[in-house]
């Protein structure tokens, strides 16, 4: 039970902090668990794969551990980041260092798992290595990487894959540096502590910083926005005129579309950025069904305006790349009220 306890709590123990630092409840537990689920995926699947390459292809052990090990690890934890970020389920460096870490605390959790049932009566410093240094690793790795990829999708507008690389690139250096036993297990233990964990930490601690100061400014950018889309000058304005020239190359009622999917989007803005300010106060406020129907008729008018009516709609795209995940976040806390 003692071994049992030194393997998986610490990793555990850091997950549970990054998300009390959370003020603003950026991950739904739901969204911790998937990515959990896909870090204990992606060690299966490593696994399978270190096995079959010593069992069957007769790869050196040292080979496998110190140089196909990191690479193969770490773009494996990598597949569910990418989803997150290119799915918008992630909108700040907070809430990707989060996801992050989660999934590789699921890779390290089936891989200290495994290394218990398959090792014959280990001593307990063997546990408190893998339990403080694998797996800090695999987490922190993952987490840096995600941040890296998110930082870059916010500022680049996405821009493909070529967002990931710098993490991905990090990671695995960070992972192959731990792997080549440079020092005795104990103290390269020890010094992935003091470095890594202190780290993350101060990225966390800056990125919510950041996040208050967008929210702010954000808010009330999207409150005059609101009211200059919703006045009767609108017309007058550079955002006006160039939605009455779209009159000339799509029907009537697309432009109306354009018109009301714009409207709803600044309106989700502001109802985004008000749940967070109120889960940074300690407040916890339910979504109602005008929400619900807000996001419907958002998906039902993207559809309706088709991909190149969108493509024309997007010197109007008002709000950020980084706003784009606050669908993700009222409709997971849609959700969670319904359960409730």
Same mark, same amino acid.
């Given at each position: 039970m003692l071994n049992l306890t030194a393997a998986l709590a610490p990793v555990l123990c850091l997950l549970g902090l990054l998300? +009390?630092? $959370?003020?603003?409840?950026?991950?739904?537990?739901?969204f911790v668990m998937q990515a959990l689920a896909a870090g204990a995926a992606a060690a299966l699947a490593a696994l399978a794969l270190h096995l079959q390459m010593i069992d069957s292809l007769d790869v050196p052990i040292p080979i496998v551990t110190r140089l196909t090990a990191p690479v193969v690890e770490e773009l494996l934890? =990598?597949?569910?980041? &990418?989803?997150?970020?290119?799915c918008r389920r992630v909108g700040f460096p907070v809430d990707a260092g989060i996801v992050g870490f989660a999934v590789g605390t699921g890779f390290a959790l089936v891989e200290n798992t495994y290394y218990l049932l398959a090792l014959e009566s280990p001593g307990l410093l063997l546990w408190l290595v893998r339990g403080f240094g694998a797996a800090i690793l695999h987490g922190t790795a993952t987490a840096i990487a995600a941040i890296i990829a998110q930082e870059l999708a916010a500022r680049r507008h996405g821009q493909g894959f070529s967002v990931f690389v710098p993490g991905a690139l990090a990671a695995i250096a960070i992972h192959g540096i731990y792997n080549q036993f440079v020092f005795p297990p104990v103290v390269a233990t020890l010094l992935l502590l003091i470095v890594l964990p202190p780290l993350l930490l101060g990225i966390f601690t800056r990125s919510e910083r950041a996040t208050r100061e967008w929210m702010s400014a954000g808010l009330d950018l999207d409150v005059e926005l609101l009211k200059l889309v919703l006045s009767d000058n609108f017309g007058q304005t550079r955002l006006g005129a160039y939605l009455t020239e779209l009159r000339s190359r799509f029907p009537g009622p697309v432009v109306a579309d354009m018109f009301c999917l714009m409207? +709803? %989007? =600044? %309106?989700? *803005? &502001?109802?985004?950025? *008000?749940? =967070?300010?109120?889960? $940074?106060? *300690? =407040? $916890?406020?339910?979504?109602? $069904? %005008?929400?619900?129907?807000? +996001?419907?008729e958002v998906r039902y008018l993207e559809k309706a305006i088709g991909p190149t009516g969108m493509m024309a709609l997007t010197p109007l795209q008002v709000s950020s790349e980084r706003d784009a995940w606050h669908k993700f976040l009222l409709s997971e806390q849609r959700r969670s009220s319904g359960a409730a």
């Open positions: 998300m +009390l630092m $959370d003020s603003f409840k950026l991950v739904p537990m739901r934890k =990598l597949a569910f980041v &990418i989803y997150a970020v290119r409207r +709803l %989007e =600044l %309106e989700l *803005g &502001i109802r985004a950025k *008000g749940t =967070l300010m109120a889960r $940074d106060a *300690g =407040l $916890d406020v339910p979504m109602d $069904d %005008e929400v619900h129907a807000a +996001l419907a």
